[in-house]
């Protein structure tokens, strides 16, 4: 069933006089110049057969659609895209046909922000071993001399010089 046909325009009798019966779902929602909003939209159309969790009543087709109601599904699914895992592969291209060069700005920005953090997080896990290792240095270095304090003192020193580098190579200061 076509999601434009009018059998998918949505309920005018309002939710409590609605009896709209159910459509078939679509088989495929093609992605081609279609926005991440539109092509969400859909999917929750195609799974709920077109009808309304809320209401029951059929769901209009996504050129039919209140602006508002398009602007909400377009930063819904922007958002849900930028928390996606970074392992897995992004379902969508970096801008999709239709979104506005505005929305691929900010959505650049945004996954610039979460690199930004998840390396300071790294930083900082750094910054603890680092001080770890330290303190583990400082109380091994209390003990009676023995060949495996030594040995150990130097595998710590060692440690320790390594994640100074990793820093040094991040920019940062150990």
Avoid at 123 to 148: G, K, V
């Amino acid at each position: 069933m076509n999601p434009d046909s009018p059998q998918n325009i949505a309920c005018e009798a309002g939710p409590s006089q609605c009896d709209c019966g159910t459509t078939e779902p679509i088989e495929d929602i093609p992605v081609v110049g279609k926005t991440i909003g539109q092509i969400a939209y859909e999917a929750y159309a195609e799974h709920t057969e077109w009808k309304s969790l809320a209401t029951g009543c059929r769901l209009p087709a996504w050129s039919l659609l209140n602006p508002a109601i398009k602007e909400a599904w377009e930063v819904t699914a922007h958002k849900v895209q930028s928390v996606s895992p970074r392992t897995s592969k992004p379902i969508l291209p970096e801008v999709m046909p239709g979104s506005t060069l505005r929305e691929a700005e900010n959505l650049k920005m945004e996954r610039a922000q979460q690199e930004a953090r998840k390396i300071l997080k790294e930083i900082d896990f750094i910054h603890r071993i680092q001080s770890s290792l330290r303190d583990l240095f400082e109380s091994l270095a209390r003990y009676q001399p023995s060949e495996e304090r030594d040995l150990a003192m130097r595998n710590i020193r060692y440690a320790i010089s390594r994640l100074d580098l990793d820093l040094k190579r991040m920019g940062c200061n150990p």
